[in-house]
């Protein structure tokens, strides 16, 4: 064989064992990193479909479609039918009567009530003179009815009591735009006064059984102890514009619905809800608290 073939088969063959050698120190492929198996993912709900679903759950809340509009309240956490009226410059019984409650301790959170009367525009509420001599038993809100004989023989002392007007009011009387007399409920000075944020009233100290008297002619619209913080609690709804709340009353000498007037005595000073012996005394404009020094006459 020629040298120059044999040089040519003697590197081809050492190129081919170095081939074969190198492959044999491969090791197999090995997928350490499997991926794992897709999953479809949970079908998310149209935006329509769920804004449909939010507005019929809403719209189950009675007086739903009246959120927002004036004249009427959106039930919030801890309201109370009674703090609702008050706040509104209205009767519990009416706003009941308005919004069809069958049992006015049970609102619902979200849920639409009216504040005005029916037919009433809210931007044109104007004062009118309180009317009427229909009378109720006193109870709170969660008090059940007493037996009508009972209750009759029970409520005639009171009543007697409380349609004689006190001999003389506490003050000489004061006017204002609405054309309301005013008188001071007490005669004792005042012991802390108004502050919005802080006190919506005035404060008096007394005595167990000092006399309160009404401010000015008008009908109790509420004798009760259903609102916390007022213990027992008499309100006058005196015209369409101004209620009168007297507060930590020992005794309540008057009756839902009663018609009083100017002077008369209508509670006997206490504690209830209270540390010491007081009356809180509020005067609620359109539902909204102001300071009665600004109404009541100078001393």
Not at 229 to 258: C, F, P, S
């Amino acid at each position: 064989m020629p040298s120059s073939l044999r040089l040519i088969f003697v590197v081809t063959t050492a190129l081919l064992l170095s081939a074969c050698g190198t492959s044999l120190q491969r090791a197999p492929v090995e997928d350490r990193n499997p991926q794992p198996p897709k999953v479809a993912a949970p079908a998310t709900p149209e935006p329509a479909a769920s804004a449909a679903s939010a507005a019929e759950t809403k719209a189950l809340l009675p007086g739903a479609e009246n959120a927002g509009k004036a004249g009427y309240h959106t039930v919030k956490p801890g309201d109370a039918l009674i703090r609702i009226a008050l706040d509104n410059g209205q009767s519990w019984r009416d706003v009941a009567k308005w919004n069809n409650l069958e049992n006015p301790n049970r609102i619902e959170v979200g849920q639409v009530l009216r504040v005005v009367p029916p037919g009433v525009d809210p931007s044109a509420v104007t004062a009118k003179p309180v009317a009427g001599t229909a009378k109720v038993e006193t109870r709170p809100l969660d008090a059940k009815p007493p037996v009508a004989a009972a209750s009759t023989a029970a409520s005639a002392p009171s009543v007697a009591a409380t349609t004689t007007p006190a001999p003389a009011a506490p003050t000489a009387a004061a006017g204002d735009e609405d054309g309301l007399s005013w008188a001071w409920p007490v005669t004792h000075p005042v012991s802390a006064g108004f502050d919005e944020q802080r006190n919506k009233g005035l404060d008096f100290a007394g005595k167990p059984g000092d006399p309160v008297f009404a401010v000015a002619d008008g009908r109790v619209v509420y004798a009760g102890s259903g609102l916390r913080g007022y213990g027992n609690l008499v309100i006058i709804k005196h015209n369409n514009t101004y209620l009168t709340a007297y507060a930590h009353n020992r005794a309540m000498l008057v009756e839902q619905d009663q018609v009083v007037r100017k002077g008369q005595r209508i509670a006997e000073m206490g504690s209830t809800e209270s540390d010491i012996v007081k009356l809180h005394f509020e005067v609620r404009k359109l539902g909204k608290p102001v300071d009665p020094a600004k109404l009541l006459p100078p001393r």
